[in-house]
């Protein structure tokens, strides 16, 4: 069962633009972490954060975590039509686990 | 340049047949993971090892799925007999555990049960 869920499903946005990308999940965490997917590629580590960090930047990446909300987005600043591609949440499927859970994942496309 | 090698990338056959895909973690890694990936369910953790010792295969179809670590550099999951539900992209992906957190994936093996 997914534990974290992405929001929007699908986002398409001009280059230059910004995109942010949702995620809330249901149990407690020890860190949460964002991947990228290609078409037809394997699953891409961008960023992880800590359960108590509330942000972290990665170059034009930017993620928050509100563990009070159990929500995490993530910011991708200036994007450029290289970015198109799947962006997913993942969480450690109960609190200290090496398990990783993943949402379902929003699909980026980004305009040139 | 370290990564996780999977093969075969694309298998197609029918059903009833024996499927194995193999991974090859990265030298080092103390975990490895099985996910599959489907439109309708997304990522599905199927089975995860720690130093080679199964800890988790509870997401799998334990009738018909079996996963191996027969050494440090080798990973199997075996389908037996495949169905066509079995399609899907099945991903493997090998981390350090707790150390890092984080997972490196290979490309995928696209299985089509016809």
């Known amino acids: 069962s997914q534990q974290g869920e992405e929001d929007p499903q699908a986002l398409s946005i001009q280059e230059g633009e910004n995109a942010t990308m949702n995620c809330s999940y249901k149990?407690?965490?020890?860190?949460l972490q964002w991947y990228r997917q290609n078409s037809g590629r394997g699953l891409v580590h961008l960023i992880l954060?800590?359960?108590?960090?509330r942000e972290k930047h990665s170059g034009r990446l930017r993620v928050t975590l509100d563990t009070s909300k159990k929500s995490s987005s993530l910011l991708i600043t200036a994007s450029r039509a290289a970015d198109t591609a799947s962006y997913f949440c993942?969480?450690?499927?109960?609190?200290?686990?090496?398990?990783?859970?993943f949402g379902k994942g929003t699909k980026l496309t980004v305009n040139p | 340049d370290a990564r996780v090698t999977q093969t075969p990338r694309h298998k197609v056959t029918e059903m009833g047949q024996e499927v194995t895909m193999r991974c090859q973690p990265i030298?080092?890694?103390?975990?490895v993971f099985w996910y599959r990936q489907t439109m309708m369910q997304g990522l599905e953790l199927l089975a995860y090892?720690?130093?080679?010792?199964?800890?988790?295969d509870s997401g799998m179809p334990k009738d018909r799925f079996s996963a191996e670590m027969p050494d440090a550099t080798l990973a199997t999951l075996k389908i037996q007999p495949s169905e066509p539900r079995d399609s899907a992209v099945y991903f493997c992906?090998?981390?350090?555990?707790?150390?890092?957190?984080?997972?490196?994936f290979g490309e995928g093996s696209r299985l089509t049960v016809l």
């Open positions: 992906a090998s981390g350090l555990g707790l150390n890092t957190g984080e997972l490196f």
């Open positions: 149990t407690s965490i020890n860190n």
């Open positions: 954060i800590r359960s108590n960090e």
């Open positions: 993942a969480t450690d499927a109960q609190g200290g686990s090496e398990k990783l859970v």
């Open positions: 030298l080092g890694h103390n975990t």
């Open positions: 090892f720690r130093n080679r010792a199964p800890l988790d």
